[in-house]
Nanobody, 121 residues
């Protein structure tokens, strides 16, 4: 089973940008199959943010539509999440997983540590 590792988070001012990366463990690629980005804000449950499907179609939560872009990296082992025009409400720990919905991951037990994104002035 592929193990996914998130990176790229940090502290950014409102209106700023960050690019998160989801990297596959050695021997696996992410050039096919669905990969989703999720986040968990303080005191809230995990929510779906963006997804790239098996056919490379993309979907986004309404709250990030037009600001975030999910894409597969050229190296085939990475899926990136480019986040522009960041808002304080985007503050959360961000995770990636091999599916696009919370419901599809109800039995998923390989969540990574995630990467912290903090949007604050």
């Amino acid at each position: 089973q592929v193990h996914l590792v998130e990176s790229g988070g940090g502290l950014v001012q409102p209106g700023g940008s960050l690019t998160l990366s989801c990297d596959a463990s050695s021997g696996f690629t992410l050039d096919y199959g669905p990969i989703g980005w999720f986040r968990r804000a303080p005191g809230k449950g995990r929510e779906a943010v963006a997804c790239i499907g098996a056919g490379d179609g993309t979907t986004y939560a309404d709250s990030v539509k037009g600001r975030f872009t999910i894409s597969r990296g050229n190296g085939k082992r990475t899926v990136n999440l480019r986040m522009n025009s960041l808002k304080p409400d985007d503050t959360a720990v961000y995770y990636c997983a091999p599916a696009c919905t919370i419901r599809a991951l109800v039995d998923y037990n390989d969540w990574g540590q995630g990467t912290q994104v903090t949007v604050s002035s």
